[in-house]
Protein backbone atom coordinates (compact mmCIF):
# COMPACT_ATOMS: atom_id res chain seq x y z
CA UNK A 1 0.00 0.00 0.00
CA UNK A 2 1.22 3.48 -1.06
CA UNK A 3 1.98 5.88 1.51
CA UNK A 4 1.90 9.71 0.92
CA UNK A 5 5.34 11.66 1.84
CA UNK A 6 5.34 15.33 2.57
CA UNK A 7 5.60 16.18 -1.33
CA UNK A 8 2.22 14.55 -2.07
CA UNK A 9 1.06 17.47 0.50
CA UNK A 10 2.42 19.91 -1.43
CA UNK A 11 0.51 18.59 -4.67
CA UNK A 12 -2.67 18.06 -2.50
CA UNK A 13 -2.80 22.17 -1.85
CA UNK A 14 -1.76 22.64 -4.90
CA UNK A 15 -5.03 20.71 -6.39
CA UNK A 16 -7.22 22.03 -3.78
CA UNK A 17 -6.32 25.72 -4.82
CA UNK A 18 -3.57 26.25 -7.22
CA UNK A 19 -4.25 30.27 -6.87
CA UNK A 20 -3.36 30.46 -3.41
CA UNK A 21 -0.13 31.85 -2.67
CA UNK A 22 2.85 29.37 -1.06
CA UNK A 23 5.71 31.45 -1.29
CA UNK A 24 6.68 35.26 -0.87
CA UNK A 25 9.77 36.72 -2.19
CA UNK A 26 11.10 40.10 -0.56
CA UNK A 27 12.95 42.20 -3.00
CA UNK A 28 14.49 45.29 -1.07
CA UNK A 29 14.34 46.50 2.02
CA UNK A 30 11.26 48.42 0.63
CA UNK A 31 9.30 45.62 1.46
CA UNK A 32 9.02 45.10 -2.51
CA UNK A 33 7.96 41.19 -3.01
CA UNK A 34 6.53 39.18 -5.56
CA UNK A 35 4.17 36.06 -4.33
CA UNK A 36 4.31 32.78 -6.11
CA UNK A 37 1.41 30.62 -6.12
CA UNK A 38 0.48 27.19 -5.64
CA UNK A 39 0.49 27.01 -9.25
CA UNK A 40 3.43 28.61 -10.28
CA UNK A 41 6.00 26.93 -7.77
CA UNK A 42 4.57 23.75 -9.26
CA UNK A 43 5.24 24.37 -13.37
CA UNK A 44 8.34 25.78 -12.21
CA UNK A 45 9.23 22.74 -10.25
CA UNK A 46 8.08 20.88 -13.26
CA UNK A 47 10.51 23.18 -15.74
CA UNK A 48 13.53 21.90 -13.72
CA UNK A 49 12.57 18.36 -13.81
CA UNK A 50 12.28 18.62 -17.46
CA UNK A 51 15.66 20.46 -17.13
CA UNK A 52 17.57 17.95 -15.15
CA UNK A 53 16.18 14.96 -17.40
CA UNK A 54 17.74 16.76 -20.46
CA UNK A 55 20.97 16.78 -18.83
CA UNK A 56 20.54 13.03 -18.11
CA UNK A 57 19.64 12.98 -14.37
CA UNK A 58 18.02 10.00 -13.36
CA UNK A 59 15.76 8.57 -10.06
CA UNK A 60 18.44 8.51 -6.70
CA UNK A 61 20.66 10.40 -8.63
CA UNK A 62 22.71 13.11 -6.04
CA UNK A 63 22.09 16.77 -6.52
CA UNK A 64 23.74 19.21 -4.47
CA UNK A 65 22.59 23.22 -3.37
CA UNK A 66 24.16 26.28 -2.23
CA UNK A 67 22.36 28.72 -1.94
CA UNK A 68 20.75 31.37 0.97
CA UNK A 69 16.78 30.65 1.43
CA UNK A 70 14.45 31.84 -1.34
CA UNK A 71 11.46 30.88 -3.11
CA UNK A 72 14.39 29.23 -6.19
CA UNK A 73 15.10 26.85 -3.24
CA UNK A 74 12.21 26.02 -2.26
CA UNK A 75 11.52 24.89 -6.21
CA UNK A 76 14.47 23.49 -6.20
CA UNK A 77 13.47 21.11 -3.06
CA UNK A 78 10.29 20.38 -4.96
CA UNK A 79 11.42 19.17 -8.22
CA UNK A 80 13.96 17.26 -6.93
CA UNK A 81 11.92 14.48 -4.25
CA UNK A 82 9.18 15.02 -7.10
CA UNK A 83 11.42 13.55 -9.73
CA UNK A 84 12.69 10.76 -7.04
CA UNK A 85 16.25 12.52 -7.02
CA UNK A 86 18.32 13.02 -3.55
CA UNK A 87 19.26 16.23 -2.15
CA UNK A 88 22.25 17.26 -0.46
CA UNK A 89 21.86 20.32 0.76
CA UNK A 90 25.56 22.18 1.91
CA UNK A 91 25.36 25.09 4.43
CA UNK A 92 26.01 29.10 2.58
CA UNK A 93 28.63 29.48 5.43
CA UNK A 94 30.36 25.86 4.26
CA UNK A 95 34.13 26.51 4.72
CA UNK A 96 35.60 25.61 1.15
CA UNK A 97 37.41 22.00 2.91
CA UNK A 98 33.64 21.08 4.08
CA UNK A 99 32.04 21.48 0.60
CA UNK A 100 35.33 19.90 -1.40
CA UNK A 101 34.32 17.03 0.88
CA UNK A 102 30.46 17.04 0.77
CA UNK A 103 30.46 17.25 -2.99
CA UNK A 104 32.99 14.57 -3.39
CA UNK A 105 31.31 11.86 -0.79
CA UNK A 106 27.72 12.41 -1.53
CA UNK A 107 28.72 12.06 -5.64
CA UNK A 108 27.33 14.63 -6.93
CA UNK A 109 25.76 14.39 -10.09
CA UNK A 110 24.89 18.03 -10.46
CA UNK A 111 25.39 21.31 -8.40
CA UNK A 112 22.95 24.37 -7.80
CA UNK A 113 24.18 27.72 -6.63
CA UNK A 114 22.04 30.42 -5.79
CA UNK A 115 22.63 33.78 -3.98
CA UNK A 116 24.99 33.94 -1.93
CA UNK A 117 26.45 36.78 0.32
CA UNK A 118 30.48 35.45 -0.62
CA UNK A 119 31.42 33.27 -3.29
CA UNK A 120 35.21 33.05 -2.53
CA UNK A 121 34.98 29.50 -0.57
CA UNK A 122 33.23 27.50 -3.97
CA UNK A 123 35.19 28.93 -6.58
CA UNK A 124 38.74 27.10 -6.13
CA UNK A 125 36.16 24.19 -4.85
CA UNK A 126 33.39 24.01 -7.93
CA UNK A 127 35.09 26.32 -10.77
CA UNK A 128 35.91 22.64 -12.57
CA UNK A 129 32.32 20.63 -11.43
CA UNK A 130 31.36 19.68 -15.18
CA UNK A 131 27.60 20.15 -14.12
CA UNK A 132 26.52 23.79 -12.18
CA UNK A 133 23.06 25.61 -12.74
CA UNK A 134 23.20 28.93 -11.78
CA UNK A 135 20.14 29.09 -9.29
CA UNK A 136 18.45 32.95 -9.80
CA UNK A 137 22.02 34.19 -8.88
CA UNK A 138 23.17 37.04 -11.46
CA UNK A 139 25.99 37.76 -9.46
CA UNK A 140 28.11 34.07 -9.35
CA UNK A 141 31.18 34.22 -10.62
CA UNK A 142 31.58 30.46 -11.48
CA UNK A 143 31.34 29.35 -15.57
CA UNK A 144 28.01 27.65 -15.12
CA UNK A 145 26.64 24.73 -17.73
CA UNK A 146 22.98 26.06 -17.07
CA UNK A 147 21.50 29.85 -15.50
CA UNK A 148 18.27 30.18 -13.77
CA UNK A 149 16.79 31.50 -17.57
CA UNK A 150 17.55 27.87 -19.26
CA UNK A 151 14.92 26.40 -16.21
CA UNK A 152 12.04 29.71 -17.37
CA UNK A 153 12.35 28.65 -21.03
CA UNK A 154 11.65 25.05 -20.57
CA UNK A 155 7.42 24.31 -21.09
CA UNK A 156 5.11 23.47 -18.09
CA UNK A 157 4.82 19.56 -19.12
CA UNK A 158 2.96 17.30 -16.33
CA UNK A 159 5.10 13.97 -16.51
CA UNK A 160 4.24 11.22 -14.45
CA UNK A 161 6.30 11.18 -11.79
CA UNK A 162 7.18 7.93 -9.77
CA UNK A 163 5.89 6.82 -6.37
CA UNK A 164 8.14 7.08 -3.53
CA UNK A 165 8.18 4.45 -0.79
CA UNK A 166 8.69 6.19 2.28
CA UNK A 167 11.75 4.37 3.09
CA UNK A 168 13.41 5.86 0.28
CA UNK A 169 15.90 8.49 0.58
CA UNK A 170 14.62 12.39 0.16
CA UNK A 171 17.85 14.07 1.39
CA UNK A 172 21.87 13.20 2.87
CA UNK A 173 22.16 16.42 5.39
CA UNK A 174 25.63 16.59 6.51
CA UNK A 175 26.73 17.51 9.82
CA UNK A 176 28.70 20.62 10.74
CA UNK A 177 32.03 18.88 11.17
CA UNK A 178 33.18 20.83 14.07
CA UNK A 179 34.27 17.39 15.88
CA UNK A 180 35.66 15.74 12.58
CA UNK A 181 34.59 15.57 9.09
CA UNK A 182 31.36 16.22 8.63
CA UNK A 183 28.77 13.11 8.44
CA UNK A 184 26.26 12.35 5.69
CA UNK A 185 23.17 11.91 7.79
CA UNK A 186 20.44 10.15 5.60
CA UNK A 187 16.45 11.11 5.92
CA UNK A 188 13.84 9.25 4.45
CA UNK A 189 10.36 10.78 3.07
CA UNK A 190 9.08 9.13 5.99
CA UNK A 191 11.06 10.76 8.42
CA UNK A 192 10.34 14.47 7.00
CA UNK A 193 6.17 13.10 6.97
CA UNK A 194 6.23 11.99 10.39
CA UNK A 195 8.47 15.07 12.27
CA UNK A 196 6.28 17.29 10.41
CA UNK A 197 3.12 15.43 11.78
CA UNK A 198 4.33 15.60 15.03
CA UNK A 199 5.17 19.32 15.02
CA UNK A 200 1.87 19.85 13.55
CA UNK A 201 0.25 18.66 16.49
CA UNK A 202 1.76 20.26 19.10
CA UNK A 203 1.90 23.12 17.90
CA UNK A 204 -2.02 23.42 15.99
CA UNK A 205 -0.63 24.62 12.82
CA UNK A 206 -2.65 25.47 10.92
CA UNK A 207 -2.75 27.05 7.14
CA UNK A 208 -3.59 30.51 8.91
CA UNK A 209 -0.25 30.73 10.17
CA UNK A 210 3.08 32.39 8.49
CA UNK A 211 6.46 31.78 8.66
CA UNK A 212 9.79 33.78 7.61
CA UNK A 213 12.38 31.63 6.60
CA UNK A 214 15.92 32.78 7.17
CA UNK A 215 17.73 30.57 8.80
CA UNK A 216 19.83 27.90 6.68
CA UNK A 217 17.33 25.46 4.90
CA UNK A 218 20.08 23.24 4.46
CA UNK A 219 19.99 22.77 8.14
CA UNK A 220 17.92 20.39 9.65
CA UNK A 221 15.77 22.72 12.00
CA UNK A 222 14.59 25.11 9.18
CA UNK A 223 14.29 22.10 6.94
CA UNK A 224 11.43 20.86 8.94
CA UNK A 225 9.86 23.16 11.22
CA UNK A 226 9.32 25.58 8.33
CA UNK A 227 9.83 24.01 4.83
CA UNK A 228 8.09 20.42 5.78
CA UNK A 229 5.35 21.74 8.16
CA UNK A 230 4.11 24.49 5.00
CA UNK A 231 3.95 21.52 2.46
CA UNK A 232 1.85 19.64 4.94
CA UNK A 233 -0.36 22.68 5.87
CA UNK A 234 -0.18 25.20 3.19
CA UNK A 235 1.35 27.72 4.78
CA UNK A 236 2.97 30.87 3.54
CA UNK A 237 6.91 31.27 3.63
CA UNK A 238 8.64 34.60 3.25
CA UNK A 239 11.70 35.33 2.06
CA UNK A 240 14.02 38.08 3.03
CA UNK A 241 15.81 39.81 0.15
CA UNK A 242 19.29 40.08 2.06
CA UNK A 243 20.81 40.73 5.71
CA UNK A 244 19.79 44.61 5.27
CA UNK A 245 16.38 44.05 4.24
CA UNK A 246 15.88 41.54 7.01
CA UNK A 247 14.65 43.73 10.22
CA UNK A 248 12.20 45.56 7.27
CA UNK A 249 11.03 42.37 5.76
CA UNK A 250 10.47 40.76 8.99
CA UNK A 251 8.08 43.37 10.03
CA UNK A 252 6.29 43.65 7.11
CA UNK A 253 5.74 39.68 7.04
CA UNK A 254 4.26 39.61 10.51
CA UNK A 255 5.16 35.97 10.90
CA UNK A 256 2.75 33.81 13.51
CA UNK A 257 5.91 31.18 13.99
CA UNK A 258 9.27 32.70 14.78
CA UNK A 259 12.66 30.73 15.31
CA UNK A 260 15.88 31.85 16.22
CA UNK A 261 19.05 31.21 17.37
CA UNK A 262 20.57 32.82 20.64
CA UNK A 263 22.39 35.55 19.51
CA UNK A 264 20.01 36.76 16.98
CA UNK A 265 17.59 37.20 20.30
CA UNK A 266 20.72 39.00 21.93
CA UNK A 267 21.07 41.45 19.23
CA UNK A 268 17.52 42.13 18.90
CA UNK A 269 17.60 43.22 23.41
CA UNK A 270 20.62 45.37 21.91
CA UNK A 271 18.67 47.13 19.56
CA UNK A 272 15.63 47.60 22.06
CA UNK A 273 18.22 48.96 25.03
CA UNK A 274 19.90 51.07 22.47
CA UNK A 275 16.68 52.88 22.05
CA UNK A 276 15.20 52.43 25.50
CA UNK A 277 18.16 52.16 28.04
CA UNK A 278 17.04 49.81 30.73
CA UNK A 279 16.60 51.79 33.73
CA UNK A 280 14.11 53.67 31.85
CA UNK A 281 12.85 50.66 30.11
CA UNK A 282 12.76 48.99 33.79
CA UNK A 283 10.73 52.14 35.32
CA UNK A 284 7.89 52.07 32.39
CA UNK A 285 7.17 48.59 32.52
CA UNK A 286 6.54 49.39 35.93
CA UNK A 287 3.53 51.75 35.32
CA UNK A 288 0.15 50.23 34.74
CA UNK A 289 -1.14 50.69 31.51
CA UNK A 290 1.97 52.04 30.20
CA UNK A 291 3.90 48.47 30.62
CA UNK A 292 0.82 47.16 27.84
CA UNK A 293 1.69 49.73 25.47
CA UNK A 294 5.60 49.56 25.53
CA UNK A 295 5.51 45.79 25.20
CA UNK A 296 2.80 46.35 22.43
CA UNK A 297 5.20 48.49 20.84
CA UNK A 298 8.73 46.46 21.03
CA UNK A 299 7.10 43.68 19.46
CA UNK A 300 5.66 45.73 17.14
CA UNK A 301 9.17 47.08 16.05
CA UNK A 302 10.45 43.80 16.13
CA UNK A 303 7.89 42.29 13.50
CA UNK A 304 6.47 39.90 16.33
CA UNK A 305 3.18 41.72 17.41
CA UNK A 306 1.66 38.94 15.65
CA UNK A 307 3.70 35.82 16.60
CA UNK A 308 1.70 33.10 18.89
CA UNK A 309 5.23 30.95 19.24
CA UNK A 310 9.01 31.95 19.41
CA UNK A 311 11.72 29.44 19.90
CA UNK A 312 15.14 28.87 19.57
CA UNK A 313 17.33 25.97 19.80
CA UNK A 314 21.27 24.93 18.38
CA UNK A 315 23.03 26.75 21.13
CA UNK A 316 22.70 27.44 24.78
CA UNK A 317 20.91 30.25 26.04
CA UNK A 318 21.05 32.65 28.78
CA UNK A 319 18.47 32.61 31.42
CA UNK A 320 18.78 35.96 31.92
CA UNK A 321 17.85 36.83 28.71
CA UNK A 322 15.02 34.69 28.40
CA UNK A 323 14.01 36.34 31.52
CA UNK A 324 14.45 39.76 30.46
CA UNK A 325 12.30 38.81 27.16
CA UNK A 326 9.10 37.37 29.54
CA UNK A 327 9.05 40.56 31.26
CA UNK A 328 7.92 42.24 27.93
CA UNK A 329 5.99 39.20 27.17
CA UNK A 330 7.95 37.72 24.69
CA UNK A 331 7.94 34.30 25.73
CA UNK A 332 10.91 32.20 24.29
CA UNK A 333 11.01 28.46 23.68
CA UNK A 334 13.48 26.20 23.81
CA UNK A 335 13.64 23.24 21.94
CA UNK A 336 16.41 20.90 21.56
CA UNK A 337 17.01 17.72 18.77
CA UNK A 338 19.80 16.88 16.60
CA UNK A 339 20.15 16.04 12.45
CA UNK A 340 19.79 12.27 13.13
CA UNK A 341 16.78 12.85 15.03
CA UNK A 342 14.99 15.41 12.15
CA UNK A 343 16.07 18.56 14.85
CA UNK A 344 13.12 16.83 16.91
CA UNK A 345 13.90 15.61 20.95
CA UNK A 346 12.60 17.49 23.51
CA UNK A 347 10.91 21.39 23.86
CA UNK A 348 9.54 23.74 26.93
CA UNK A 349 5.59 23.73 25.02
CA UNK A 350 3.89 24.67 26.06
CA UNK A 351 5.82 27.05 27.86
CA UNK A 352 6.67 26.85 31.24
CA UNK A 353 7.73 29.82 33.05
CA UNK A 354 9.15 27.51 35.89
CA UNK A 355 11.07 25.76 33.45
CA UNK A 356 13.23 28.62 31.86
CA UNK A 357 16.73 27.44 30.82
CA UNK A 358 15.68 24.05 30.36
CA UNK A 359 14.28 22.31 26.95
CA UNK A 360 11.16 20.70 28.42
CA UNK A 361 9.75 17.22 28.29
CA UNK A 362 10.31 15.02 25.13
CA UNK A 363 8.44 15.47 21.64
CA UNK A 364 5.44 13.22 21.53
CA UNK A 365 6.59 9.38 20.34
CA UNK A 366 9.81 10.60 21.26
CA UNK A 367 11.31 8.27 24.28
CA UNK A 368 14.21 10.03 26.45
CA UNK A 369 15.93 8.56 29.07
CA UNK A 370 19.37 8.24 30.93
CA UNK A 371 21.48 5.15 30.77
CA UNK A 372 22.93 3.97 33.70
CA UNK A 373 26.81 5.87 33.12
CA UNK A 374 24.54 9.42 32.36
CA UNK A 375 24.05 8.71 28.60
CA UNK A 376 21.63 9.51 26.97
CA UNK A 377 19.26 7.42 25.25
CA UNK A 378 16.66 8.14 22.30
CA UNK A 379 14.55 5.86 20.36
CA UNK A 380 11.33 7.63 17.81
CA UNK A 381 10.05 7.25 14.45
CA UNK A 382 12.11 9.85 13.67
CA UNK A 383 15.50 8.52 13.87
CA UNK A 384 17.55 8.78 10.71
CA UNK A 385 18.35 5.95 7.98
CA UNK A 386 22.45 5.76 8.48
CA UNK A 387 25.14 7.76 8.11
CA UNK A 388 25.59 7.87 4.06
CA UNK A 389 28.94 5.95 3.24
CA UNK A 390 30.05 5.24 6.56
CA UNK A 391 29.05 1.90 7.42
CA UNK A 392 31.09 1.58 10.67
CA UNK A 393 29.49 5.24 11.98
CA UNK A 394 26.56 3.33 11.59
CA UNK A 395 27.54 -0.08 13.41
CA UNK A 396 28.94 2.28 16.07
CA UNK A 397 25.57 3.80 16.84
CA UNK A 398 23.52 0.96 16.53
CA UNK A 399 25.36 -1.39 18.83
CA UNK A 400 25.58 1.30 21.40
CA UNK A 401 21.68 2.84 20.48
CA UNK A 402 22.06 6.31 21.93
CA UNK A 403 22.82 10.02 20.48
CA UNK A 404 25.59 11.15 22.22
CA UNK A 405 24.81 14.55 22.80
CA UNK A 406 27.22 17.43 23.85
CA UNK A 407 27.99 18.80 27.51
CA UNK A 408 25.68 21.83 27.53
CA UNK A 409 22.85 19.95 26.13
CA UNK A 410 23.04 17.77 29.25
CA UNK A 411 24.07 20.08 31.49
CA UNK A 412 20.27 21.85 30.68
CA UNK A 413 18.81 19.04 31.13
CA UNK A 414 19.94 18.43 34.63
CA UNK A 415 16.92 19.40 36.23
CA UNK A 416 14.23 17.73 33.77
CA UNK A 417 12.43 14.93 35.13
CA UNK A 418 12.36 12.38 31.99
CA UNK A 419 9.42 10.48 31.72
Not at 60 to 89: Q, T
Not at 249 to 270: A, G, H, Q
Request: hydrophobic share 40%.
Amino acid sequence: MYEKNIYDCFLENYELNPKKNFLKQYINNKNDFKYYSYEEVYNLALKLILLMKDNDLSINDKVAIIAKNSFEWVVFDIAVNLFGLVSVPILPSATKENIQYIVTHSKCNFIFIGKLDSYDEILSVLNHHTKILSLGSTSCPLKTTLIWDDVLKQPSIKQTMPQISINSTSSIIYTSGTSGEPKGVIVTHGNIYTAAQYITELVKLNCSDRFFSYLPLAHITEKIYILSTAYLNGILISFPANIESFSSNLKDCKPTIFISVPRLWKIFKDKITEKIPSPILKFLLSIPFVNQYIKKLIKSKLGLSSARIMGTGSAPIDKNLLHWYSRLDIFIIEAWGMTESMGLGAINYPYNQHKIGSIGKPIKSFRIKLSETSEILINSKCLFKGYYQNKNLMKIFLSIIFLKLVIWVFLIMRDICIF
